[in-house]
């Protein structure tokens, strides 16, 4: 079969990016312009400032991505990007970038669901990797546990009830002082502690999540005793989220009888929980997740999955639109 070289764009949140990844896994260029500076100054992503430094990067970013991966724009077979979830402003830069290219060199569009792309970074990194696997999806905005029964079937099978985990560490983060992105600071702080104090675990019948009580008990412990130690916190935070993220996902495995478990988003960078799945490895199980530059927004996660859905002629046409709260099966 010919190769397929699929360009990627990605611009749901706050990183400009495009990639270009040939036959789905073998990445020639990743390019993010991370905005992470701009936001850092107002605690968190302001979406009108996003869409417009998408603006200003875009096209940059897309040149480098072609130039970066020693190929001419007319080799470009596809063109994948992210319609959803995220900001809308931000969206529809990236988006309708893709249609003014797709028209312009006359290949096809892919419309690519985000949460799709954080699971397909798996590919990229794992290339005997293969469905049908669970992945847990962690990210800023998602936590959901996924039965992937092909490359582009999904049954949600476990979803939060209210926050998502990497909200939970960005919320944590904030108010102990740490500030923005929370995520990797706490990660590097609770190494330095230990997971000493007692925080609630959330246990539901189904296989859903809720991780607003763990963080609403770490806010009031570090209101009520300022002095209280922040590495211990932190620490004890994440064991508590860990264990109800492994608890559901073994509770899955189990029913499905499936042992390839993989993790995906922003928060499978965490240390922590990548070793603690890691420890599942000795029962048995066989756990993935992807390089960290892989785990946080990407376009060559977006080229991945695009291609997967190019070769089950999934198109779109020129009426393609942002779809802000696209769910895993839309
Ligand atoms: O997937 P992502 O880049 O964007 C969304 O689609 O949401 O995920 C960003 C999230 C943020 O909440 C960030 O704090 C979290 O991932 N994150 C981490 C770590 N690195 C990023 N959370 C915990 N530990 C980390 N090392
Ligand atoms: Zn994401």
Same mark, same amino acid.
């Given at each position: ?18 990639? &270009? ?36 990067? &875009? ?47 006359? *290949? ?19 290339? %005997?990797? %293969? ?59 609770? *190494? ?50 860990? %264990? ?82 696209? *769910?895993?099966?839309?």
């Amino acid at each position: 079969m010919k190769d397929i070289y699929a360009l990627g764009i990605e611009s749901s949140c706050d990183e400009t990016s495009a990639a &270009i990844v040939k036959n789905g896994r073998e990445v020639l260029s990743n390019v993010i312009h991370s905005q992470i500076d701009i936001h850092e100054q107002f605690g968190g992503v302001v979406p009108e400032i996003a869409s417009r430094n998408h603006v200003d990067a &875009i096209s940059k970013v897309v040149q480098e991505s072609i130039k970066k991966a020693g190929i001419t724009m007319e080799q470009i077979d596809i063109i994948s990007c992210t319609y959803g979830p995220g900001l809308v402003g931000a969206l529809l830069v990236g988006v309708s970038y893709a249609k003014g290219l797709s028209y312009a060199l006359n *290949k096809p569009l892919i419309p690519t669901n985000h949460i799709h792309g954080h699971i397909a970074a798996n590919y990229i990194s794992h290339k %005997e990797l %293969e469905p049908p696997f669970l992945c847990l999806v962690i990210s800023g905005g998602h936590t959901h546990l996924v039965h992937i029964k092909t490359y582009t079937e999904f049954e949600i099978l476990g979803k939060t009830r209210d926050d998502a985990v990497g909200e939970a560490f960005d919320k944590v983060a904030r108010v102990i002082g740490l500030g923005y992105p929370g995520g990797p600071k706490v990660d590097k702080l609770a *190494k330095e502690g230990s997971p000493n104090i007692e925080l609630p675990k959330t246990k539901f019948d189904n296989l859903d999540f809720s991780f607003s009580g763990i963080k609403t008990a770490v806010i009031n412990l570090h209101h009520k005793n300022p002095e209280i130690n922040k590495a211990d916190l932190c620490s004890s935070f994440e064991k508590v989220v860990t %264990e109800e993220l492994i608890d559901n996902t073994l509770k899955a495995a189990k029913i499905l009888n499936i042992n390839k478990i993989a993790l995906a988003g922003g928060v499978s960078s965490n240390s922590y929980i990548r070793n603690e799945f890691l420890k599942l490895q000795d029962e048995g199980y066989k756990i993935y997740y992807p390089e960290p530059v892989l785990c946080t927004d990407n376009a060559a996660m977006i080229a991945s999955s695009g291609y997967y859905q190019y070769l089950q002629g999934k198109t779109a046409d020129l009426t393609l639109n942002a779809v802000p709260n696209l *769910k895993i099966n839309d």
